[in-house]
């Protein structure tokens, strides 16, 4: 099996002293594993950075059978923000969670195109709050709709409309902007918590029951906000 396609760099991991075992979420063919001989030298690895996007050949002998990539970089981008860590860790959350919640070998056009619109979250002053819109919508996209309005009630605190959902005897708050679209710039608590809501529902529907532990980049990314 042999064929060219584009993809985005989700995850690499040492396999010899030379090579390394890659996974790349590309155009046609969806989550593919393989591995990039010399993969750890110097002209190699330069552009072989979490996110890049990359033009690869796969050859494999059969379906069932590890193959290798030969990589050419179509686009770079985690280069751009290496002295910016949030952003930074930023991207290795996202390009771990499409890791973490596709199958392999299956094509999916709305993912793809999703990770496209991922870099544009950063030209804008209020990416984090995009991102994590952009988060609802892949989790909408592999399945798991976060409808979170139709489980909310309101209530009036201090003079201020609150938004809650009640969860396992649990009451947790909903930050305003998840609501109002119109609140373009939510405060630092206000991201934290929407990050927070987020992630607990990656835990209860996907992660806990298919025994997964929470996307340490994940966790990474959140810290840098705090």
Known sequence: MIWDDSGFLLSKN????????????????????????????????????????LYVNYNSKNENKLGYFKIEIQKVYSPFFFDNHQKLFCISSAMQLIKVLTADSQKNLKIYDLINKFYKIF????????????????????????????????????????????????????PKFLIDKDDLYPNQKSLLAGLKLVGDFLEKNILKPNNLGHPINRVQFIDTLK
């Open 123 to 174: 030209n804008s002053n209020k990416w984090i709050r995009d991102y994590i819109f952009w988060e609802l919508d892949l989790l909408s996209i592999v399945g798991y709709n976060f409808e979170f309005e139709k489980l909310l009630d309101k209530d009036v605190i201090n003079n201020k409309t609150e938004y809650e959902i009640k969860s396992s005897n649990q009451l947790k708050l909903v």
């Open 14 to 53: 040492r396999y010899s002293e030379n090579s390394l075992i890659v996974e790349i979420f590309t155009k046609n063919y969806g989550k593919i594993s393989g591995i990039v001989f010399g993969g750890t030298s110097k002209k190699i690895r330069n552009y072989l950075q979490i996110g890049n996007e």
